[in-house]
């Protein structure tokens, strides 16, 4: 064998008829590492975009939910329940809360905005979100909120401003049906990093929240937070079977179901589309190799007539195939390496404070990694076997008649 990758590593360095390096050899490698290399990088670009995403809805949004379902729109008497899911091992916040559409009026403009109202020690959770301002006192003249810093800007409401929060609801009055309504002052701008939640979600203390939805003691429901978002999901199934069967238990990848749907659908696409890449890439390899079999057509005459049999000449092209995607694959993977740290250090852009994301996120999953270079490995093995049947069928009297 040792003699078979001698010969064969020569026939891949000196492919022409002359025993002169091939262009050809060159440029098998480079389609190789080229196929490979952008593979790696866009799925290792994507897996970071998938992450990024992932962990800004888990800053805005719980690990678990849990609320009525269609047609239970209240929960009361909550505050056993509430310390029932603190208990549960792997569960580390209980969080209940209440939940309405309103509309937010400024001094310049009106918009509509989701409201949370959460319990007091809530605030203190999420101080390091709240980017200007403090958390909301109860000493304050006026009642106070936490505001998305997406939809203060949209408001141009900054911290100390007063705004007015509107129900659609109307209810009756001296001077007819009047709009429900209360003023608060903006205590701090909350950034989650989530543009989206941002710019449409405001937070206020729960007691004044069922003051003014006008709803008592009662509750839409709960968020819940473990230890990881992992474990999160894997808890859903168990607290579902604890609850009463009119309420639903959902996990976070349920709130953004269809945004993860088309990330993992795009990734599947790139790499169904980068796959035929790699497949040129080792057609490349055939072409080569069934060049290099004609120009060596005397070499192997005279290989024969010394006595190899088929199966050794055979043996010369498979392993000149595997030099030439080995080759390849190392040219990848110091392009993945090339690409993936140019990306992470050095791709920084200048772009103004209001942008989130200022570089192209990475994540390396060893597991991609070995599928990528396993499925070019088998694309590469089986490119060999029809040139080095056709090779180990050369007829040695007409080559060295040639």
Known sequence: ???????????????TEKGTFSSMTFFAWLAIGVGVGAMSSLLSVMYGFESTLRDRVLTAYPHLMI??????????????????????PGIVRAVPYLESEMIVQSDRRALGAVIWGVPPQEFTAMADKIVEGKKPAKEA???QLVMGSELSYRLDADVGSQVRILSP???????????Q?????VAGLYKSGHYDFDEQYLFLDLNDAQFLFKKG????GWHLWATTPEEGQALQSTIQAMVPSTWVVQSWTEFNSALFYSLKLEQYSMFAILSFAILIAVMNIVITLMMHANHKRKNIGILRALGAPPSQIRNIFVWQGAFLGGVGLVIGALLTVAILGYLRYFSAFQLPAFYYD???????????LVLIYGVAIVLIFIATLY?????????????IRE
Not at 3 to 15: E, S, T
């Open 217 to 220: 003691n009662a509750i839409s």
């Open 67 to 88: 609320k009525p379902t269609e047609g239970n729109t209240l929960i009361s008497e909550y505050e056993p329940w509430t310390a029932k899911f603190s208990q549960i």
């Open 181 to 185: 309504s209360e003023t608060y002052e």
């Open 1 to 15: 064998m040792g003699f078979v990758r001698w010969v064969a590593w020569r026939f891949m360095l000196k492919g």
């Open 169 to 179: 609801l109307e209810r009756g009055g001296v001077m007819g049906a009047v709009p």
């Open 141 to 143: 003249k006026l009642p």
């Open 387 to 399: 040139p080095a049947y056709k090779a180990s069928k050369l007829d040695p009297i007409e080559a």
């Open 358 to 368: 200022r570089s192209i996120p990475v994540e390396i999953r060893p597991m991609s």
